[in-house]
């Protein structure tokens, strides 16, 4: 399992990544650099220096990035770091967002132990040591968050269910850490995902004690030859029973 030296890895990593992607936006953006410069050299700077980091720190250890070659040796690693050097690209590329992220996540037996989500340019960054504290239940309708544009099945059936309130945001890391931060209380998504696109919001999700699993309510797992996953929910555990329901019946085409 997980050292505690591991989740400040994780923590420092998605960190020092997240201050690097805040100069590198800063500069573009006084340059008058175009749109696919400023995703282009976030991405690639910043999976650099992940890549870099993990490999000195861990010299052992398999990494699964969105943006490096995958080696498929990773599957028979214990440990394996995967990780979204920049989640949000499109966020990161328009001037004033801050609704993008850094996630950073040690997986071993296809569970995340250890993972960290930096949201930079708010200076956060939340981790699985110290785990977040869940803030109290708000009074009200439970609010779901989803994407900018169009919301994906698994949230309008929820949404409907439990007379959910819709606010949206940009990146997957960024739904999920409002969830854990207590402005939002459920994100369900389907239509696909890649495993380093949730694996490092679900640790840090389930260390706040979240509810985070598949929408049929199994276990999310990573580290797969095909790291797609179709959905996912994370929510407050309050909330959990009534979302599966909700879904277990669309699945089952009881609704």
């Not at 992607?21 to 650099?48: C, K, M, P, Q």
């Amino acid at each position: 399992m997980a050292q505690s030296a591991d989740h400040t890895l994780a923590a420092s990593v998605a960190t020092e990544t997240g201050t690097l992607l805040v100069e590198i936006r800063e500069r573009l953006f006084s340059s008058g650099a175009g749109t696919w410069e400023v995703r282009d050299t976030g991405d690639n700077e910043a999976h650099r220096l992940i890549v870099n980091r993990l490999s000195q720190a861990r010299p052992g250890d398999a990494i699964l990035s969105e943006e490096g070659h995958d080696d498929l040796a990773r599957l028979t690693a214990d440990r394996v770091w995967i990780v979204d050097p920049l989640d949000g690209t499109r966020e990161f590329s328009e001037p004033g967002r801050t609704d993008w992220a850094v996630h950073i996540a040690l997986v071993e037996n296809g569970v995340p132990t250890a993972a960290a989500v930096a949201l930079p340019a708010v200076g956060q960054t939340l981790c699985t040591e110290p785990e977040p504290q869940l803030p109290e239940p708000h009074n009200g309708r439970p609010r779901m968050v989803v994407s900018r544009s169009r919301p994906p099945a698994a949230a309008i059936i929820v949404a409907q269910a439990l007379d959910a309130e819709l606010m949206t945001l940009g990146s997957a890391g960024a739904k999920a850490m409002a969830v854990v931060l207590g402005m939002a209380d459920i994100y369900a998504h389907s239509g696909g995902q890649f495993e380093w696109d949730n694996c490092a919001p679900v640790g840090v999700a389930r260390a706040a004690g979240l509810h985070a699993s598949r929408c049929d309510g199994s276990e999310l797992a990573y580290n797969f030859a095909d790291p797609w996953l179709p959905d996912l929910l994370i929510c407050r555990p309050e909330y959990a029973t009534d979302a599966l329901e909700a879904l277990r019946k669309v699945i089952e085409g009881e609704a």
